[in-house]
């Protein structure tokens, strides 16, 4: 909680670590924190939450079976009139909560990572790796048996047009199922198939 390995520090309220059970087959790893979790200190509480605990929903995935965290764990903003904007974080800033992220894997011990989005991708698998060229697909990593990437929630709400925001939101749950199919072996029957 204490950390103050780069300046983020200072622009958060506070460190929003992961949060979910320990014994976990699968971890969700996203950006960084929001306005909303950054108030709240938890992980996908506000609007990029909630799509993704409804695409956790149609894809049969109970998300109280699932470890939830951030690559950075300090909300990066700058100031616009009264609100906080978002801003992505460097590799410095990623680089600085890694030992953090690498310690949330080996308590966890996942054998799926869903990685959320560029950054969070980036972040574990280098800064190089391009999610247009590799999401939808398992990815070898010493992490966990099976990592995969996709889109971001919040990349998805920020998308233009419905169209493309309701393709991009079955892109996820598509890469839902997938992880959760290799966990069990077959497709979702309903909730909390991933225990």
């Known amino acids: 909680m204490g950390c ?24 969700m790893v996203g950006e960084q924190p929001g306005d909303k979790e950054d108030l709240a200190g938890k992980p996908f509480v506000g609007p990029a939450g909630k799509l993704l605990d409804n695409a956790l929903a149609q894809a049969g ?5 699932v470890y939830v965290t951030n690559a950075v764990k300090h909300f990066k903003w700058i100031p616009q009139g009264s609100r906080r904007l978002h801003q992505k974080p460097n590799r410095k800033e990623m680089a600085a909560c890694k030992p953090w992220l690498d310690a949330e894997i080996a308590r966890v011990k996942p054998e799926a ?17 391009k999610i247009t060229q590799n999401r939808g697909r398992f990815l070898e990593s010493d992490l966990a048996p099976y ?36 966990l069990t072996g077959s497709p979702a029957e309903g909730k909390g198939y991933l225990a």
């Open 61 to 65: 995935i109970d998300r109280d079976e």
């Open 4 to 27: 103050q390995a780069c300046h983020l520090w200072r622009l958060g309220t506070q460190t929003v670590f992961g949060e979910g059970t320990t014994a976990a087959r699968l971890m």
């Open 113 to 129: 990572i869903l990685l959320l989005g560029a950054t969070a991708a980036q972040a574990i698998l280098g800064a190089d790796f």
């Open 147 to 182: 990592v995969l990437a996709t889109l971001h929630p919040s990349a998805i709400l920020r998308m233009p047009e419905e169209a493309q925001r309701e393709a991009a939101f079955q892109s996820l749950v598509d890469d839902l199922k997938l992880v959760a199919m290799q």
